[in-house]
């Protein structure tokens, strides 16, 4: 992997990649996560006397569909965790398919963020203006016939998660899926809404719509570029999960940001933002 391993776990030695404990390990699950709109399982995985924590997603718990009738949820997932690492970014836990007590599913490295983590990196408020710090996103209505600006923090973690979301073309990016890690890393979570052959990003994150990319961005895309190339390591790993076509329009959207050099706008055809936000 072009980033180093994140977040190392309790028990977990250097010695033992997480990917490896999350593919190998013996899965027991501890609890179901029951606000999920599938079957999500919150579970340890051991493996040779190290553990982790972890959450488990079978695909038999996946609701069907009907825009995405190719693939599943978990191939998704694992798919936005290998685009992830080609960045160099990390953005994404640990993710693996592998077998489970309830057949194949994806496992993902838990990561524990605390309680209401989103609330230091969204917030309401009055008037006009995001102030300094924020990024305007859209006004929002709160009761009575108030409304008020919906913002996001200026923050080059979300604006590289950003950059992320454009390539995958994620059509889910809630603020309950962004996890600020006690080491300070933020994580993106729930990517089975991904790679769609269609614009379809769905986002609280356009605070940056339109403005140049960073040097950064621009560096970690044209490094995509060169891996999603035909026999390129990127392109060979995502053919496994997503289809011809949807890898054919990995490429387009890579190569649409490089040519640009911008963050999308909302394009009109698709809603901008998901509901419900959080």
Not at 115 to 130: F, Q, R, T
Not at 196 to 221: I, P
Request: a negative charge; charged letters at 25%.
């Amino acid at each position: 992997m072009s980033a180093p391993e994140r977040l190392p776990a309790p028990g977990v030695s250097p010695a033992t990649p997480i990917e490896e404990l999350l593919a190998r390990g013996e899965l027991t699950v501890r609890a179901r996560i029951a606000e999920a709109s599938n079957a999500v399982l919150f579970c340890t995985v051991t493996h040779e006397g190290e553990s982790v924590d972890c959450v488990y997603k079978p695909i038999k718990g996946e609701r069907p569909l009907w825009d995405f009738p190719d693939g599943n949820l978990a191939q998704r997932e694992r798919a936005a965790y290998l685009v992830s690492e080609a960045t160099g970014w990390g953005l994404v836990p640990t993710t693996v398919l592998r077998d489970g007590p309830y057949g194949e599913g994806m496992v993902q490295h838990w990561i524990d963020a605390g309680e209401s983590p989103e609330a230091e990196l969204l917030a309401l408020v009055e008037g006009e203006k995001a102030g300094e710090g924020w990024k305007p996103v859209a006004f929002a209505e709160v009761g009575e016939g108030r409304t008020a600006l919906l913002v996001h923090a200026d923050d080059p973690r979300l604006r590289r998660l950003s950059v992320l979301d454009a390539v995958i073309n994620n059509g889910d990016r809630k603020g309950g899926h962004l996890l600020p890690a006690p080491d300070g890393r933020l994580y993106g979570i729930d990517h089975g809404v991904t790679f769609h052959t269609e614009h379809k990003l769905r986002t609280l994150l356009w605070g940056w719509a339109g403005e140049s990319l960073t040097d950064e961005a621009r560096s970690a895309l044209a490094s995509l570029a060169d891996q999603l190339a035909d026999g390129g390591p990127l392109a060979t790993r995502l053919a496994e999960l997503i289809t011809a076509v949807e890898l054919d329009a990995v490429r387009a959207r890579v190569a649409h940001l490089v040519r640009t050099g911008t963050h999308p706008k909302p394009s009109g055809q698709w809603p901008a933002i998901p509901w419900p936000p959080v």
